[in-house]
């Protein structure tokens, strides 16, 4: 059998008020950058079933929506539960340079990896410039 003291537990217990419980988990963690002409998110959600996991877009707006379970049955005996459990959910709002028609997931070692690619009309362009006679182009008023 597990045994253990605890004297933070209050601390413990208002901690949980701000970050989440296990009938309200914390915030899903995220990093997000441009590595070129692609826009990179990863969530961290280890111990997740992939299947559980939910990514949608409507409009501007991802939603990623993951839950993780406890192991359930009449054989299992809970000795401790410290680890954050039921739903997750996290929405990012992206701007309109990103293409999200696209949108490519996946999921490995318990890290949610989204990648959008930048939208052509987003990428810089080369303009032609176009010169009469001197250079300067007359305006006629």
């Keep these: 059998m597990l045994m253990r003291t605890d004297p933070f537990r209050e601390i413990d217990r208002i901690a ?10 914390a915030v899903m963690h995220m ?5 070129g002409d692609y ?12 299947e559980s996991i939910d990514c949608t877009v ?3 707006v991802l939603t990623v929506r993951a ?18 459990m039921g739903v997750f959910h996290r ?9 999200t028609d696209k949108l490519e997931a996946g999921y490995e070692n318990g890290v949610l990896t989204l990648r959008i690619p930048v939208a052509e009309r987003a990428k810089p ?4 410039i ?10 006629n008023a």
């Design 125 to 128: 362009r080369k303009v032609a």
């Design 130 to 139: 176009s010169a009469t006679g001197n250079g300067r182009k007359q305006i």
């Design 58 to 60: 409507q409009r501007n």
């Design 16 to 25: 949980e008020q701000f970050f989440g419980t296990t009938n309200r988990p």
């Design 67 to 84: 839950e993780r379970r406890r192991p359930s049955g009449d054989s299992v005996e809970l000795v401790a539960a410290e680890r954050p």
């Design 39 to 50: 826009f990179y998110a990863a969530f961290d959600l280890p111990g997740v079933d992939p």
């Design 91 to 99: 929405q990012l709002f992206l701007g309109d340079t990103l293409d």
């Design 31 to 35: 990093d997000a950058y441009r590595d």
